[in-house]
C-alpha cells in the first residue's frame, strides 16, 4: 500500500475522534440550555413596565439571595442598589445588580444610560471614570471558558461581570453572562419567573 495514503488514512483516524467528540460537546450544550430554564431571548423586551413597584423584599420574597447593598450617592434618581444571586437551580445561581428607582418612567429616563455604561464593552472602555463609582470592582471579573469564575481565578482573563441589563418597572437589572446573549438570557428568566403569567 502506498505510504503516503496510509499516512493519510492514520490522519484522518486520528482527526476523527476529535471531530466525534466536539459534536458531542455541542450536543450536550444545546440540550443543556434547553434544559436548564433559562429563556430564548428571540421574543426577549429589554424594557418594560410592570404590574407594581418593586422593593428588594419582593425578590427577597422571590428567591434572590442579597449579598450586598451599594451607597446609592451618585447614582441619579436611585432609591437603592443591591447586589444577589438567583436560579431556578440552587446550585446554579446566576449574579444580578439590581437598582430601584420611584417609577418606571424615572429607570428609563435616569438609569436606562447608566446601566449602557456599566455593563458590556462601554463598561470595559469607561470603567476608571464611570458616574456612580460604587460596585465598579464588583463589575469587573475573571471569567472562564463556560461562565464566570471566581477565586483563585480571578485575574484570569477578565472581562465586565454583566455583559447586558433589562429594566422591568421601576427596576434597572444588570445581568451577568458570558456575552450579550447569555446576559440576556439570565435577565429574561429572572423577569418570566418574577411575572410567570407577563410573559408569553
Known amino acids: 500500500m502506498n505510504v503516503e495514503l496510509v499516512s493519510e488514512k492514520l490522519r484522518l483516524h486520528r482527526r476523527t475522534p476529535i471531530f466525534m467528540i466536539a459534536a458531542v460537546a455541542v450536543f450536550a450544550l444545546m440540550a443543556g440550555a434547553c434544559g436548564s430554564g433559562e ?4 421574543d426577549f423586551v429589554q424594557i418594560r413596565p410592570a404590574p ?11 428567591g434572590l439571595k442579597a449579598s450586598k447593598q451599594y451607597d446609592v450617592e451618585g447614582l441619579p434618581d436611585g432609591l437603592e ?9 440552587p446550585y446554579k445561581r446566576n449574579d444580578y445588580e439590581i437598582r430601584f428607582y420611584a417609577s418606571h418612567e424615572i429607570a428609563v429616563s435616569s438609569g436606562q444610560a447608566l446601566a449602557i455604561e456599566a455593563t ?31 477565586g483563585a481565578s480571578r485575574q484570569s482573563n477578565p472581562r465586565p461581570t454583566y455583559p447586558d441589563w433589562a429594566i422591568l418597572g421601576n427596576m ?13 438570557i439570565r435577565c429574561s428568566s429572572l423577569i418570566e419567573n418574577l411575572l410567570p403569567g407577563e410573559e408569553g
Open 81 to 89: 442598589a443591591w447586589k444577589g444571586f438567583w436560579g431556578l437551580d
Open 120 to 150: 458590556g464593552d462601554e463598561f470595559e472602555a469607561s470603567r476608571d471614570n464611570q458616574i456612580w463609582t460604587a460596585g465598579v470592582k464588583d463589575r469587573w471579573q475573571a471569567q472562564g471558558v463556560t461562565d464566570i469564575s471566581g
Open 39 to 42: 429563556s430564548d431571548i428571540e
Open 52 to 62: 407594581s413597584n418593586y422593593t428588594i423584599d419582593d425578590l427577597k420574597d422571590f
Open 172 to 184: 434597572v437589572i444588570l445581568c451577568d453572562g458570558l456575552d450579550s446573549e447569555q446576559a440576556l
